[in-house]
């Protein structure tokens, strides 16, 4: 069985950074693509980064772009977004999720909740 | 402000059929695949079609996807209580180099 799980969210002041990773199992994680897409309080659901296997391409949202930074760990099975400069509007839950090809995003984490408030 | 476009809402009565549209452009949904997800607050979003038309394993046949040009649909018959969630639509924009959400539709069941 597939499974996600996100850690790292937390309450951060403006400005603050903050790391949330995103630990794999039950999946050969070096064989997928893998995205953080997040969800405002009472808003939808916003595509924020993208990595590919080997972590060599990455893309984010321009939202996001030069303040996030996308990686993994293949040998940990682990994905990370570090964000940094953030800023109120960043609070949201935060989603890992694998995307298989041909198919695209089919697993999610239950996310981690990242509150930026001073 | 989502580029791909979906209706805020959306209602039925037990065993009725209701339809969900996403509406997009030919850099989106024009020349990639849609997929469609289920997600209930509190949990994480779950595949409910994938490549326009395609249902995973372990989905009912009630649920159903189409598209036309730049545009998609989800559709769901024999609506039950269960069904009461928010519904996204997703797909990857060439132009933009991002994976694009609909705004969410909430399905209510009456």
């Known amino acids: 069985e597939v499974q996600l799980v996100e850690s790292g969210g937390g309450l951060v002041q403006p400005g603050g950074s903050l790391r949330l990773s995103c630990a794999a199992s039950?999946?050969?994680?070096?064989?997928?693509?893998m995205h953080w897409v997040r969800q405002a309080p009472g808003k939808g659901l916003v595509w924020v980064s993208r990595?590919?296997?080997?972590?060599?391409?990455?893309a984010y949202a321009d939202s996001v772009r030069g303040r996030f930074t996308i990686s993994r760990d293949n040998a940990k099975n682990t994905l990370y977004l570090q964000m940094s400069s953030l800023r109120a509007e960043d609070t949201a839950v935060y989603y890992c999720?694998?995307?298989?090809?041909?198919?695209?995003?089919?697993?999610w984490g239950q996310g981690s909740l990242v509150t930026v408030s001073s | 402000q989502s580029v791909l476009t979906q209706p805020p809402s959306a209602s039925g009565t037990p065993g009725q059929r209701v339809t969900i549209s996403c509406s997009g452009s030919?850099?989106?949904?024009?020349?990639?695949?849609v997929n469609w997800y289920q997600h209930l607050p509190g949990t994480a979003p779950t595949l409910l079609i994938s490549?326009?038309?395609q249902r995973p394993s372990g989905v009912p046949d009630r649920f159903s996807g189409s598209k036309s040009g730049t545009s998609a649909s989800l559709a769901i018959s024999g609506l039950q209580s269960e069904d009461e969630a928010d519904y996204y639509c997703?797909?990857?924009?060439?132009?933009?180099?991002?994976?694009?959400f609909g705004g969410g539709t909430k399905l209510t069941v009456l």
């Open positions: 999720a694998r995307d298989s090809p041909s198919v695209g995003i089919d697993y």
């Open positions: 039950g999946v050969t994680f070096s064989n997928y693509w």
């Open positions: 990595i590919n296997t080997d972590g060599g391409s990455t």
């Open positions: 030919s850099s989106n949904i024009g020349s990639n695949a």
């Open positions: 490549s326009n038309d």
């Open positions: 997703a797909a990857w924009d060439d132009s933009l180099n991002a994976v694009l």
